[in-house]
């Protein structure tokens, strides 16, 4: 099975339904269906041939699953890349990916031209405005083509999406994933929620050029509800569409959970009762924000594992299944799993090792980094480098990214383990921990905190609370206040940003 039958899958399942909604017009799945065949034969009119690879720059919009779903209709490759990238990352996902096509939007333009100046690949830039002075709007695709699906055959195991990795531990690098990885990968996921109620709304506010968000998207086709789509995260917008939609659901990442219950000045303005169930991913929650989420709200969240080389999901919770606090689960259908140390051994119950994964979502590498492939892929298994533990009745629990374990004076100490200690205190909104380099001892430990406003916390205060707790060992030596941490395009921390902020000496 591959994308394309997916979505026809939908129509021919559920006939015509609305599929999305989007700045309050609704869109059917048939429109989205003809917009994506007439985009597609308008693609190969202009010389689009199967394997060409197409970047797609947008915030989400109906523009970027139709774009989506014209691409893989010619047999071309996908390349989702995230609005906020800079040139110089742009330019690199242009020559790795050697793509020939970009479609973008008209505010994205300069950064866009900027990027090819270097770039021999790129033959081709639309724009989804109606008019543009610098690059072809993508109505003159659309006029005269033909609605009916081009006439090539998509195989299963043909790439479908080139996604790159959001460059937090360097450049970024090009997951290749097939219509099958996506595909099964979706298939899975939605088995965890056989009995959806077709009354259900859920809200789409994941960037669509990333893996979570994408999975999301590709769920959608296994249901007949519909989803009301952002095109970016914006916590006022959300509260309004929330109540406006009676939104059931969202997926999320920790920060927009956590800024939700953090931000009652903005959220209790606004009705949310309608929520009961929502997903979090892409990074551990910690249980005092999870707890407290699900007091406020009266919204169960779910949580679960994933990795873009994994299309992305791992693990998760079915509908019917017991939760306990801090677990991400059980492996999802399809997915084997082996938790091991360092000479590939698998560890014993409640021991911490790396996760390593195999099955039919698992991409076969980074697209022309055959050392990084070799280094991360091994006889079909997938070492992701992070660090879990498994316990007596099977459910996994994250312990933290092997390259973020901070050693001590000779100690393995587990940054999540503090950062639970620090969410608990009143005062603190959101915190991180990092190793930071110590002639002495290797590493000590710092830690970065966003207080709440007007609070009187100092740095003495936060390392007592942590003395209260932990072993002395493990409470940090260096207290940093921010004003915000920082994340990737999709929210996720950026403890390497963290560790270049150091400054021991404050």
Not at 107 to 123: C, G, H, P, Q, Y
Not at 194 to 213: I, Q, T
Not at 286 to 315: D, H, N, R, W
Request: aromatic fraction near 8%; include cysteine; glycine fraction near 6%.
């Amino acid at each position: 099975m591959n994308l394309v039958e997916l979505a026809e899958q939908h129509f021919l399942k559920f006939g015509e339904k609305t599929s999305i909604i989007f700045n309050n017009r609704a869109y059917s799945n048939i429109e989205l269906l003809t917009s994506a065949n007439k985009l597609a034969n308008g693609l190969i009119k202009r010389g689009i041939k199967p394997k060409d690879k197409i970047i797609v720059l947008l915030m989400n919009s109906p523009e970027v699953i139709i774009s989506y779903q014209a691409i893989w209709r010619t047999g071309a490759v996908v390349v989702p890349v995230i609005f906020l990238l800079g040139a110089k990352d742009i330019s690199h996902i242009m020559k790795n990916s050697e793509a020939t096509v970009v479609i973008t939007s008209k505010e994205f333009l300069e950064t866009v031209n900027e990027a090819r100046k270097n770039v021999r690949s790129i033959k081709h830039v639309f724009v989804i405005e109606e008019e543009s002075s610098s690059a072809v709007p993508i109505r003159t695709l659309l006029a005269d083509s033909s609605p009916e699906r081009p006439a090539i055959n998509i195989k299963e195991d043909k790439m479908a999406v080139i996604l790159y990795t959001s460059g937090t531990t360097g450049t970024p690098k090009g997951v290749v994933l097939t219509h099958k990885n996506l595909y099964q990968n979706a298939l899975s996921i939605s088995s965890l929620d056989p009995d959806r109620n077709p009354d259900d709304v859920s809200l789409l506010m994941l960037p669509l050029s990333h893996s979570y968000g994408l999975a999301m998207l590709n769920i959608t086709q296994f249901f007949p509800n519909h989803t009301v789509l952002m095109p970016w995260f914006e916590l006022e917008r959300v509260c309004q569409l929330i109540e406006q939609h009676k939104i059931t659901g969202f997926a999320a990442v920790p920060s927009m959970f956590t800024l939700l219950l953090n931000s009652s000045n903005v959220v209790d303005k606004y009705d949310l009762s309608s929520l009961k169930e929502c997903i979090c991913g892409s990074a551990p929650l910690a249980e005092e924000v999870l707890t407290a989420f699900e007091e406020k709200f009266g919204c169960k969240i779910l949580e679960g594992y994933g990795l873009s080389e994994a299309a992305p999901t791992v693990s998760g919770y079915r509908r019917d299944q017991v939760r306990k606090p801090g677990s991400i689960g059980f492996p999802i259908s399809d997915i084997e799993i082996k938790i091991v140390d360092e000479n590939d051994e698998e560890v014993g119950v409640n021991e911490i090792g790396e996760l390593i994964v195999f099955g039919p979502s698992v991409s076969s590498g980074y697209y022309k980094l055959p050392i990084e492939t070799e280094m991360s892929f091994r006889k079909g298994w997938l070492y992701t480098g992070d660090m879990v533990k498994m316990d007596a009745d099977g459910y996994l629990y994250m312990v933290d990214r092997k390259k973020d374990i901070i050693i001590r004076g000779g100690f393995n100490i587990i940054p999540r383990e503090i950062e639970e200690i620090l969410y608990r205190h009143p005062q603190i909104v959101e915190a991180a921990v990092v190793g930071v380099p110590d002639k002495i001892l290797g590493e000590e430990i710092k830690a970065f905190v966003i207080k709440q406003q007007g609070a009187d916390l100092s740095e003495e205060d936060i390392i007592e609370h942590c003395k209260d707790y932990l072993a002395d060992y493990k409470c940090p030596k260096f207290v940093k206040f921010l004003d915000a941490l920082p994340r990737n395009a999709i929210g996720k921390l950026l403890r390497k940003h963290l560790r270049n902020l150091n400054d021991n000496r404050e």
